[in-house]
T-cell receptor, first 111, second 112 residues
Framework: EPEVTQTPSHQVTQMGQEVILRCVPI?????FYWYRQILGQKVEFLVS????????KSEIFDDQFSVERPDGSNFTLKIRSTKLEDSAMYFC?????????FGSGTRLTVV | KQEVTQIPAALSVPEGENLVLNCSFT??????LQWFRQDPGKGLTSLLL?????REQTSGRLNASLDKSSGRSTLYIAASQPGDSATYLC???????????FGIGTKLQVIP
């Protein structure tokens, strides 16, 4: 069964550092998303991406965040200057005919 | 703005019981509804997808129903097993490819 692959599974970074979270969506999907889940809270939408541009973003997705599809397979989320409150599980998802498929997540810990 | 509520927040049942998890949403103009399972510290595994035109969808011991007009969905788990212990999330996109709104989930514990 096709999967969404995320790397790394866990990343620890110092406050103020830049991080890049990587995702390989399902190959024939055209819509890509990033979500995050702070421990004990709901899964929250960050951004959706289609046709090489952002189609929608939430209030959380401020200027510190950016997304990119640098080649035909990877989809990245960059946080420029991490804050303690960015600590969360970040999920990548892609959308096909049978709904959304989520990756296993990257646990980001900002210290 | 879509709001998704899941009741109960937590449920503990003995092995073998049938159980029902509830999901309600405020905006009935949905495209579909998807149920996910999340194990502690892990990703989201899709269980069932119901299109807005469908009333229910079944996969093994799982059955999900959808009543769009009343803004409700239920996930029925038959003959529960300890391996079913997890958090179950209801997810609702407004449009076909728009963002998904999640409920907080129901944390299920099945006791052997």
């Amino acid at each position: 069964e096709p999967e969404v692959t995320q790397t790394p599974s866990h990343q620890v970074t110092q406050m103020g550092q830049e991080v890049i979270l990587r995702c390989v969506p399902i190959s024939n999907h055209l819509y890509f998303y990033w979500y995050r889940q702070i421990l004990g809270q709901k899964v929250e939408f960050l951004v959706s991406f289609y046709n090489n541009e952002i189609s929608e973003k939430s209030e959380i997705f401020d200027d510190q965040f950016s997304v990119e599809r640098p080649d035909g397979s990877n989809f990245t989320l960059k946080i420029r200057s991490t804050k303690l409150e960015d600590s969360a599980m970040y999920f990548c998802a892609s959308r096909g005919q049978v709904g959304y498929t989520f990756g296993s997540g990257t646990r980001l810990t900002v210290v | 703005k879509q709001e998704v509520t899941q009741i109960p927040a937590a449920l503990s049942v003995p092995e073998g019981e049938n159980l029902v998890l509830n999901c309600s949403f405020t905006d009935s103009a949905i495209y579909n509804l998807q149920w996910f399972r999340q194990d502690p510290g892990k990703g989201l595994t899709s269980l069932l997808l119901i299109q807005s035109s469908q009333r229910e969808q079944t996969s093994g011991r799982l059955n999900a129903s959808l009543d769009k007009s009343s803004g409700r969905s239920t996930l029925y788990i038959a003959a529960s097993q300890p391996g079913d212990s997890a958090t179950y999330l209801c997810a609702v996109p407004l449009g076909g490819y728009q963002k998904v709104t999640f409920g907080i989930g129901t944390k299920l514990q099945v006791i052997p």
